[in-house]
């Protein structure tokens, strides 16, 4: 099964709002990556933080890190149409090779 | 800079064909490779990752295999491909499984 699950699946907001996705995963995991996928293309990587982080910062992104909880969220700030895709995050686990993705958030942003 | 380069971009092949699928990377040395399936609408499934020449590790098992026969190099193919083998597949490498992964275009493939 997957290790990562993004909520909600689905989200639609107005252009100049804000937008957060959530993911949870299932064990103990070395870091957390988030990444975009526009439709019908590869992914993009967009922000990576380290189980020892808390909080990190890109752009118009912030990306939150909850071990205990074992939860991640993804706040992009004052949205564009440009950021209509989908977002998945990754987790990979301790001792292991293996970079899982979770279902993703369909975002769409209304102009 | 590193690159990736995937192909092709679409495929249609007839139940029964043979696949080859072909990732190859530039730039960088003893890249960790992966690939993924992503059915339409859905998350990344992976089906395959590789440490190094000739080390694959499979995750699903199913009617694809997987080689990487250079360093750079990372081929998916299957011998009888199946209707349920349709959907898009995705090349990926990184440095270590600590850093980002760098994804190719991605290949659509039907088969009909």
């Known amino acids: 099964s997957q290790q990562g699950e993004e909520d909600p699946q689905a989200l639609s907001i107005q252009e100049g709002e804000n937008a957060t996705m959530n993911c949870s995963y299932k064990t103990s995991i070395n870091n957390l990556q988030w990444y975009r996928q526009n439709s019908g293309r590869g992914l993009v990587h967009l922000i990576l933080?380290?189980?020892?982080?808390r909080e990190k910062h890109s752009g118009r992104l912030r990306v939150t890190l909850d071990t205990s909880k074992k939860s991640s969220s993804l706040l992009i700030t004052a949205s564009r149409a440009a950021d209509t895709a989908s977002y998945f995050c990754a987790t990979k686990f301790d001792s292991s090779y293996k970079l899982i993705f979770g279902s993703g958030t369909r975002l769409l942003v209304r102009p | 800079s590193q690159t990736i380069h995937q192909w092709p971009a679409t495929l249609v092949q007839p139940v029964g064909s043979p696949l080859s699928l072909e990732c190859t990377v530039e730039g960088t040395s003893n890249p960790n490779l992966y690939w993924y399936r992503q059915a339409a609408g859905r998350g990344l499934q992976l089906l395959f990752y590789s440490v190094g020449i000739g080390q694959i590790s499979s995750e699903v098992p199913q009617n694809l295999s997987a080689s990487r026969p250079q360093d750079r190099q990372f081929i998916l193919s299957s011998k009888k491909l199946l209707l349920s083998d349709s959907g898009f597949y995705l090349c990926?490498?990184?440095?270590?499984?600590?850093?980002?992964?760098?994804f190719g275009q991605g290949t659509r493939l039907t088969v009909v």
């Open positions: 990926a490498w990184s440095v270590s499984p600590d850093t980002e992964a760098f």
């Open positions: 933080i380290r189980s020892n982080e």
